[in-house]
């Protein structure tokens, strides 16, 4: 993907690859997870122009959002998204209960204007099936 450093991104963790030079990378999270414990989405952030590399399990889809609409996505199927984009995270199925009944963790959840790239597959099952 290139750069031209008009925007920042924020990479996924374990998504990044590499990045030529002209690209910094900063660690921080963006917003704090369930409970307010701090735990949420980390990303890296780009700042700069130049080429960046990211990894996927599966394909990666860019989602172009307009203002004002929202997609909800898996937050392991998370590549890549926009850093001025309005988000939050939230349990899978609206509890601690369901969402650990049904497997699912934590969802993000994206206001537009903005794009966000996903990945087809989950690292975790892909791990699981060797």
């Given at each position: 993907?290139?750069?031209?450093?008009?925007?920042?991104?924020?990479?996924?963790?374990?998504n990044?690859?590499?990045?030529?030079?002209?690209?910094?990378l900063?660690?921080?999270?963006?917003?704090?997870?369930?409970?307010g414990?701090?735990?949420?989405?980390?990303?890296l952030?780009?700042?700069g122009?130049?080429t960046?590399?990211?990894?996927?399990?599966?394909?990666?889809?860019k989602?172009n959002?307009n203002?004002?609409?929202?997609?909800i996505?898996?937050?392991?199927?998370l590549?890549?998204?926009?850093n001025e984009?309005?988000f939050?995270?939230?349990?899978?199925?609206?509890?601690l209960?369901s969402?650990?009944?049904s497997?699912?963790?934590?969802?993000a959840?994206?206001?537009?204007?903005?794009?966000?790239?996903?990945?087809?597959?989950?690292?975790?099952?892909v791990?699981s099936?060797?």
């Open positions: 993907m290139e750069l031209d450093g008009s925007k920042q991104y924020r990479i996924s963790n374990g990044f690859l590499a990045c030529t030079e002209g690209i910094t900063e660690a921080k999270a963006k917003v704090k997870g369930i409970f414990s701090g735990e949420g989405i980390f990303g952030r780009t700042v122009a130049g960046l590399f990211v990894n996927s399990c599966g394909s990666i889809h989602i959002l203002i004002g609409e929202e997609y996505v898996d937050s392991s199927h590549v890549l998204w926009e984009m309005e939050s995270t939230e349990l899978a199925g609206g509890g209960a969402s650990f009944l497997g699912e963790e934590f969802v959840r994206f206001r537009g204007p903005g794009q966000i790239w996903i990945q087809t597959r989950k690292p975790i099952v791990a099936n060797g």
